[in-house]
């Protein structure tokens, strides 16, 4: 995969060089004040950002944040996450064009200084950064394209998009893979590659048809397959329990049983929850009770994996020396249903395993939960990205990289 030695070679130099950097800046708002909840992603743009700076670059940043519909919105605005920046990179001067790849950007770039930072406005306000017809995205790319000289990708949670600005730019342009990228995927091989075993995979969050793919290419690999989150009550219920009110995805049970069954026949020892804890309504207030997985009442909907469950997971991740960790337990926003997320963070945290975060709802969970990223091995930038390589899929932005 190309790097940005290869580009600066390629370059000649960097210094005075306008460089689009495609970086990943999705980050979570204060619904009140609009604020920045979790820098997470935009400290680990950081050292692309000042290897760039340092060389005398003129550092053009493109992101996306939220779903806009091609069409600017205010609420999507990158302004919170470029205020932010700035008070990560003192001494540094940063600036937010007031669009992508109109008047004020082409202004903004043509202003811009060695040694500067320019991010442009949110890449989703203009319908060809997402759209399927490749001679609109297209356009869009050149777009881009002219606004600079050449190319880095460093957004690993958007790799797995043919999008203009993570796919068809690249082919425009002198381009390289950012350090973030190189990590992640260097992070990634080691899992699907030489993974030192005992390997323990973790999976949560809402759905099974979500992880479908990753949970069929994991039964491959890994040595223990953990179920928590809302996708453990189809895997319940395929094994014959009710589930009362609980998510339900009831066109995925002839599928979880087949998981059952390969698992078994793979020698795969995988672990569901024991006891849940289940309440009267999605509801951080409403009457909860922990009850055992095979007994949870009609009324009743799981919400978090049990006391019992926490200890069970922690036990089996105990002696691993490999673990990737992608969805919460339970519904960790809420403190109730927040400790089968926090056991299995804590037990990460305990073990000396190469532990890695898959991104999304997990990473957010370590932080919202207090817990000291040193503890993990890696916190990846991109849930979806990961699963998809976990997949064994190929990656649109990784494989324009290449070339």
Same mark, same amino acid.
């Given at each position: 995969?190309?790097?940005?030695?290869?580009?600066?070679? $390629?370059?000649?130099?960097?210094?005075?060089?306008?460089?689009?950097?495609r970086?990943?800046?999705?980050?979570?708002l204060?619904?009140e004040?609009?604020?920045?909840?979790?820098?997470?992603?935009?400290?680990?743009?950081?050292?692309?950002?000042?290897r760039?700076?340092?060389?005398?670059?003129?550092?053009?940043?493109?992101?996306?944040?939220g779903?806009?519909?091609?069409?600017?919105?205010?609420?999507?605005?990158?302004?919170?996450?470029?205020?932010?920046?700035?008070?990560?990179?003192?001494?540094?001067?940063?600036t937010? +064009?007031?669009?992508?790849?109109?008047?004020?950007?082409?202004?903004?770039?043509?202003?811009?200084?060695?040694?500067?930072?320019?991010?442009?406005e949110?890449?989703?306000?203009?319908?060809?950064?997402t759209?399927?017809?490749? +001679? $609109?995205?297209g356009?869009?790319?050149?777009?881009?394209?002219?606004?600079?000289?050449?190319?880095?990708?460093?957004?690993?949670?958007?790799?797995h998009?043919?999008?203009?600005?993570?796919?068809?730019? +690249?082919?425009?342009?002198?381009?390289?893979?950012?350090?973030?990228?190189?990590?992640?995927?260097?992070?990634l091989?080691?899992?699907?590659?030489?993974?030192?075993r005992?390997?323990?995979?973790?999976?949560?969050?809402?759905?099974?048809?979500?992880?479908?793919?990753?949970?069929?290419?994991?039964?491959?690999?890994?040595?223990?397959?953990?179920?928590?989150?809302?996708?453990v009550?189809?895997?319940?219920?395929?094994?014959?329990?009710?589930?009362?009110?609980?998510?339900?995805?009831?066109?995925?049970?002839?599928?979880?049983?087949?998981?059952? $069954?390969? +698992?078994?026949?793979?020698?795969?020892?995988?672990?569901?929850p024991?006891?849940?804890?289940?309440?009267?309504?999605?509801?951080?207030?409403?009457?909860?009770?922990?009850?055992?997985?095979?007994?949870?009442?009609a009324?009743?909907?799981?919400?978090?994996?049990?006391?019992?469950?926490?200890?069970?997971f922690?036990a089996?991740?105990?002696d691993?020396?490999?673990?990737?960790?992608n969805?919460?337990?339970?519904?960790?926003?809420?403190?109730p249903?927040?400790?089968?997320?926090?056991?299995?963070?804590?037990a990460?945290?305990?073990?000396?395993?190469?532990?890695?975060?898959?991104?999304?709802?997990?990473?957010?969970?370590v932080?919202?939960?207090?817990?000291?990223?040193?503890?993990?091995?890696?916190?990846?930038?991109?849930?979806?990205?990961?699963? $998809?390589?976990?997949?064994?899929?190929?990656?649109?932005?990784?494989?324009?990289?290449?070339?």
């Amino acid at each position: 995969m190309r790097t940005i030695d290869d580009l600066t070679t $390629e370059l000649g130099s960097l210094s005075g060089k306008r460089i689009l950097v495609r970086s990943d800046l999705n980050v979570p708002l204060d619904k009140e004040t609009g604020a920045v909840t979790d820098d997470g992603r935009i400290r680990a743009s950081l050292p692309t950002w000042q290897r760039l700076l340092d060389a005398g670059a003129k550092v053009v940043v493109v992101a996306h944040l939220g779903r806009p519909k091609g069409v600017p919105e205010e609420k999507y605005s990158l302004a919170p996450a470029v205020e932010r920046a700035k008070e990560l990179l003192p001494g540094v001067n940063v600036t937010l +064009a007031a669009d992508t790849v109109g008047e004020s950007a082409r202004a903004a770039v043509a202003a811009l200084g060695d040694g500067e930072l320019l991010v442009l406005e949110n890449l989703r306000f203009n319908a060809g950064e997402t759209s399927k017809d490749e +001679a $609109e995205r297209g356009a869009f790319a050149d777009e881009l394209a002219a606004l600079s000289d050449g190319y880095v990708s460093d957004g690993f949670g958007v790799v797995h998009r043919k999008q203009a600005s993570v796919y068809d730019v +690249a082919q425009k342009l002198p381009h390289a893979a950012g350090g973030l990228v190189l990590a992640e995927v260097e992070v990634l091989k080691r899992l699907t590659e030489t993974p030192q075993r005992p390997y323990a995979v973790v999976l949560g969050g809402s759905k099974v048809s979500d992880k479908l793919g990753v949970i069929d290419n994991l039964l491959n690999t890994a040595d223990r397959l953990l179920i928590g989150g809302g996708m453990v009550f189809t895997f319940l219920k395929a094994q014959g329990h009710e589930v009362g009110k609980s998510l339900l995805e009831e066109d995925q049970l002839d599928t979880v049983r087949g998981y059952i $069954e390969r +698992a078994k026949e793979r020698g795969v020892e995988l672990v569901l929850p024991v006891d849940v804890v289940a309440a009267a309504a999605f509801a951080a207030d409403a009457e909860h009770d922990v009850v055992a997985a095979d007994a949870i009442p009609a009324d009743r909907l799981g919400l978090d994996i049990g006391p019992e469950s926490g200890k069970l997971f922690a036990a089996k991740l105990a002696d691993c020396q490999t673990v990737f960790w992608n969805g919460p337990m339970g519904v960790f926003e809420m403190e109730p249903y927040s400790h089968g997320t926090r056991a299995v963070a804590q037990a990460l945290v305990d073990s000396d395993a190469f532990s890695v975060v898959g991104g999304g709802d997990s990473a957010a969970a370590v932080r919202t939960l207090g817990f000291d990223e040193k503890g993990f091995g890696h916190i990846s930038t991109g849930g979806g990205a990961s699963l $998809e390589f976990l997949e064994g899929k190929t990656l649109p932005g990784l494989t324009v990289l290449e070339s």
